[in-house]
């Protein structure tokens, strides 16, 4: 582990605990998140990389106790997000309401992964085979799917996200979307 990013990771996780905790983040953890702030190509410098993963992975902890899966989903949303010139925080507010991040989930339409997005995508695109629960999968089609409804909503946010629900014209879902986001998703 180099040297210099421990004082930096422990003073950042400090800075950034808040309230709700005082509590150091472990050996595993520190050097998780020193490997993926190294390898993290979505952002603008690695310091933006500790602050944004090391802040979003303390939001998401209740959610997913494991750091490496947590890791992962954060850094492939701030990944397709970015490509896809969305809001990373967007998209994990839109991830909770969807399925509370569970890459497993199945809605009663059939709609698959943390995006719950329909398997019909994939014979649209002549993709049959990929797997919707994958995460890299799921968040790539979701962000890809959510970036063509905000260009045809002439960038409407709240009409991108009904039609993103299959719900255009209410406004039930975006709302749940901008709590999520306005709660627990805002940037510091």
Not at 77 to 87: D, G, I, K, S, V
């Amino acid at each position: 582990m180099p040297v210099f990013l421990l004082p930096l990771l422990t003073l950042l996780y400090c800075s950034l605990a808040g309230a709700a905790t005082q509590e150091r983040p472990d050996d595993e953890m520190r050097e998780l998140l020193i490997h993926a702030v190294q390898s993290s190509d979505s952002f603008e410098d690695r310091f933006h990389a500790e602050v944004w993963l090391t802040d979003m992975s303390k939001r998401l902890a209740r959610k997913i106790p494991d750091p490496e899966e947590r890791l992962l989903i954060l850094k492939t949303a701030h990944y397709e997000a970015t490509r896809a010139n969305l809001p990373p925080e967007m998209v994990l507010a839109l991830i909770e309401v969807e399925s509370n991040f569970d890459h497993f989930a199945i809605s009663h339409a059939g709609a698959r992964g943390l995006m719950q997005v329909m398997p019909f995508w994939l014979d649209e695109i002549g993709r049959p085979d990929d797997d919707l629960f994958d995460i890299h999968t799921n968040l790539r089609m979701g962000c890809t799917i959510l970036r063509l409804y905000l260009d045809r909503e002439k960038g409407d946010r709240t009409r991108a996200l009904a039609r993103y629900n299959g719900s255009v014209g209410k406004t039930w879902y975006p709302q749940r979307v901008f709590s999520a986001l306005s709660k627990r998703w805002y940037r510091l």
